[in-house]
């Protein structure tokens, strides 16, 4: 298990640094190599998961000088975010052989794209917050460097924002970090459990979790990402970056320290206050990559309601969105990659009647939009469900209404979208859809998110386990 968990971690981190040499001479070997490292990645962390459920926590650590120590261990909040994370990025790879194929930098997008796997593998298995700092670091790199691809002037502003306020939330979180190894004496999360965090500490660690998750007020960020190429927004807002924030709240303060009551109150006002300020900017904007990027924010808000609410149903039901919107919502912004490739515009207004030229997409994004909007059987609305139920039960009706009304605004948004697009009168006449590999991964996420939904009692379970920790 121990051997395991060090493939896991580190075949996407050393194997990125190999894919630009490979990519020199045998581009074609290049793409099969950043697809066969992520894969790993997916196949070893299920190769864990009978390990986790069965109660064991494979552990792995190196004692450093000056108390410090290396460590990386797997449990089921770590493996569930680590198979959650791989998968998605496997499909977003496999469609990237279509849609980045044409354009330059490809050397340094797969390695950058790999390299963004293996930081998010290495954070969900840390077990000390200054090795968690150091892969969060690296996630942001890779993240600044993919949003500036096209490598235009707006493009590298936008980068260089989104680069400025996740950097600057997470240094104000080190800042944290140093105050709990003050108290402590150790940055060991598994020699911390249990511990009482200074509401101080907790404040600053929050700055870099809503930097990272892109939660109000530090939102602005991410909408503006969208200028990146569309398998580059649907990694960083679906399967890996955004879920950093959230995963970083339930490591610490769902599943390890004990902190002021006062936080199940706060950061759910939080959450809701976000859900409703970007599903509002989301019903009004035209543009289809910001659209379904003010959608993240809210749907975020969920998965923070869900972590930070305090009890058990809503945890689970916040790990379970996390699922549910990395599968549904990469699916979203891969198929507006489909139509934003093909017309070479993202404006919704000068979109209509795609249906007939794009019958795959059509349906790929109507089932992602169904699992996103919470409607049975798809696996949102099993996560809505227990979010708000976690609120019911922590005698907060109030939140819970606020998240319901979030939910009827998602409905008509996405629906906005929907017959903006693909129904209504045809004006665009001549393109269709081309790539096999970007068709063949939206149909499969499409078909996954309501599949999970089935089958959501398989991953209930393991989300269940994460509270048992308690």
């Known amino acids: 298990m121990q051997a395991t968990l060090l493939v896991c971690i580190f075949t996407p981190l050393i194997g990125a640094c190999l894919l630009p040499l490979i990519g020199q001479r045998a581009p074609r070997v290049r793409n099969l190599f950043s697809l066969l490292f992520v894969l790993a990645s997916f196949l070893c962390s299920a190769s864990l998961l009978p390990a986790v459920l069965s109660g064991s926590k494979p552990l792995i650590r190196l004692a450093l000088p000056l108390g410090l120590s290396l460590g990386f261990q797997a449990d089921a909040l770590s493996v569930f975010m680590a198979m959650t994370a791989s998968l998605v990025a496997c499909v977003i790879l496999i469609y990237s052989f279509g849609y980045i194929k044409d354009y330059d930098n ?106 990272k998750s892109a939660t109000f007020p530090l939102h602005s960020w991410l909408p503006d ?44 006002i939080i959450a809701a206050v976000s859900a409703l300020i970007s599903a509002g900017c989301a019903m009004v904007e035209t543009d289809i990559k910001r659209i379904i990027a003010y959608s993240t924010i809210s749907q975020l808000a969920f998965i923070l309601l869900g972590v930070s609410i305090g009890n058990e149903t809503g945890l689970v039901g916040g790990m379970l969105y996390i699922l549910a919107h990395s599968v549904a919502k990469g699916g979203l912004f891969l198929c507006a990659g489909i139509v934003e490739h093909n017309l070479h515009t993202k404006d919704i207004n000068q979109m209509g009647g795609l249906y007939k030229r794009f019958p795959l997409t059509a349906v790929a994004f109507a089932l992602c939009s169904l699992s996103v909007m919470g409607v049975p059987p798809f696996s949102g609305y099993f996560a809505k469900f227990l979010v708000v139920q976690g609120a019911l039960t922590a005698n907060q009706p109030w939140l819970a209404g606020v998240f319901i009304l979030g939910a009827f605004m998602t409905v008509f948004y996405l629906s906005r979208v929907f017959f903006k697009v693909f129904l209504g009168p045809e004006t665009n006449h001549h393109a269709h859809e081309k790539s096999r590999a970007m068709v063949g991964s939206v149909v499969f996420l499409g078909v996954l998110a309501l599949v999970l939904g089935v089958f959501i009692s398989l991953p209930a379970e393991l989300a269940s386990r994460i509270w048992g920790v308690l």
């Open 225 to 268: 990402a969208g200028v990146a190429p569309s398998p580059v927004t649907s990694l960083l807002h679906a399967a890996v970056l955004v879920k950093i924030g959230v995963y970083a709240y339930a490591r610490l303060f769902a599943v390890t320290f004990t902190i002021d009551p006062v936080f199940t109150q706060i950061v759910p």
């Open 106 to 211: 490809q050397n340094e997008y797969y390695f950058m794209a790999v390299l963004f796997l293996g930081a998010m593998m290495g954070l969900v298995y840390s077990t000390s917050l200054i090795l968690l700092y150091v892969f969060w670091e690296i996630s942001a790199i890779a993240c600044w460097r993919l949003i500036g691809f096209y490598r235009e002037e707006l493009t590298i502003v936008r980068a260089n924002k989104a680069y400025v306020v996740t950097v600057f939330g997470a240094l104000i979180m080190l800042v944290g970090f140093l105050g709990i190894w003050g108290q402590t004496g150790t940055f060991e999360l598994t020699a911390m459990q249990g511990a009482h965090v200074p509401a101080w500490c907790v404040v600053l660690i929050l700055f870099g979790i809503l930097s």
